[in-house]
């Protein structure tokens, strides 16, 4: 659970390395809060935009968890990192580097509307998305 931090791409995962290798907290009045990654990549099946590099790398950065409207690679490796991590399906072809995405703008996942700093809360079950916190 945490605030959104967006990245819209499709097939080409520059932005979404970008974020993982950046801080994955904020600091509040309250405290350290963990961000999630939420990415809209089209849902296209064809390339993983996340491997177990980028996953430890999130990891590493205190990211909370993250969201994926398309693929992953390199499951056993995910599966071992301190992050959660949601997708539509696993791919072993990475991604091509063109440097093409945005960061930071709503986004629409499977029919729902996130923008970034909503609150976003995951479990085996699913997903829940709110414009506040919830706890």
Same mark, same amino acid.
């Given at each position: 659970?945490?605030?959104? #931090? ?19 907290? %904020? ?11 939420? /990415? ?11 491997? &177990? ?8 950065? &205190?990211?909370?968890? %993250? ?49 970034? &700093? $909503?609150?976003? #809360?995951?479990?085996? $079950? &699913?997903?829940? /998305? ?6």
């Amino acid at each position: 659970m945490g605030p959104v #931090y967006t990245v819209q791409c499709f097939e080409d995962n520059t932005f979404v390395k970008q974020a993982v290798d950046s801080q994955g907290w %904020i600091d509040t009045p309250t405290g350290r809060i963990a961000q999630v990654l939420v /990415v809209d990549g089209g849902a296209s099946l064809r390339r993983a935009l996340l491997g &177990g590099n980028l996953a430890a790398a999130a990891a590493r950065n &205190g990211w909370a968890g %993250i969201v994926i409207d398309g693929c992953v690679r390199d499951l056993a490796e995910l599966e071992q990192q301190q992050v959660g991590i949601r997708a539509l399906a696993p791919m072993p072809l990475p991604t091509e580097k063109r440097q093409q995405g945005l960061v930071q703008l709503p986004v629409r996942i499977q029919g729902v509307w996130v923008r970034p &700093g $909503d609150w976003l #809360y995951a479990d085996r $079950d &699913g997903v829940v /998305v709110s414009s506040k916190p919830l706890m």
